[in-house]
């Protein structure tokens, strides 16, 4: 019962990736920094683009509109149409 052993592999093979069954012992740090790597650009790129999106149409008072939380442009116009009523 079970299915065997571990599958034999030729213990010559070298690979970037590690081989078979390659887990290097650092892995959980490379994968930490590799995250927070990708994290910081997307939030830097995503306000980027918040602070350069431009609408020449505002959307309509209470629809859904996701942008609206994030961008500066239509945050502003709608503090501005508060403030005149």
Known sequence: MGGGGKIPY???V???AGGWYA???NWKANTAIIGAAV????AATW???AE?????????PGRFFPSRYWS?????HERQQKNES
């Open 39 to 42: 994290i910081g650009i997307v």
């Open 52 to 60: 350069r999106e431009h609408r020449d149409k505002m959307p309509e």
């Open 47 to 49: 306000s980027l683009s």
């Open 23 to 25: 887990q290097p012992a």
């Open 72 to 76: 500066k442009q239509i945050i502003e």
């Open 14 to 16: 070298w690979s970037p």
């Open 10 to 12: 030729p213990k010559e």
